[in-house]
């Protein structure tokens, strides 16, 4: 029986790792395209100790990654995961562009260390996330 379940762990482990390493890829991808086309500098922010920053950084790493995991558990191949972080960023920066809309000044606010205002984009993008995360499962 030990034997059995050592051969499958070594049968999946390449499948694992590297959907698992694509996964991690776009994530990072994602963050980084999401501050490029957002003006909120919030690693500059958090180095400088401001908790908004921390918290809207905080929420674009879940946002990202809830739908990924997601994914990551339904995929079938690694076009999917790719495909569907992808979408997530876009969400993601739409979820952004529509708080920001609501909120006037939302990237100088965070920086100023507004929580309610990071508080308010947070909570929109996990909700997004949450609602992309269902999607993509069913």
């Not at 100023?112 to 984009?121: E, F, K, P, V």
Request: aromatic fraction near 8%.
């Amino acid at each position: 029986m030990i034997d059995t379940l050592f051969h499958n762990l070594l049968a999946s482990l390449p499948v694992f790792l590297l959907q698992f390493g694509v996964t991690l890829v776009v994530l990072v991808i994602g963050v980084l395209v999401y501050q490029f086309f957002t003006p909120i500098h919030e690693v500059k922010e958090i180095e400088r100790g401001n908790h908004a920053a921390a918290l809207s950084f905080a929420a674009i790493l879940l946002g990202l990654a809830l739908p990924l995991a997601v994914c990551l558990a339904h995929s079938v191949n690694v076009a999917d995961i790719v495909l569907w972080g992808v979408v997530a960023v876009v969400l993601q920066l739409a979820a952004y562009f529509t708080v920001e809309r609501v909120f006037r000044d939302l990237a100088k606010r965070i920086e100023q260390g507004d929580m309610a205002a990071a508080t308010a984009l947070s909570a929109t993008q996990l909700a997004i996330a949450m609602l992309n995360a269902a999607a993509v499962s069913g």
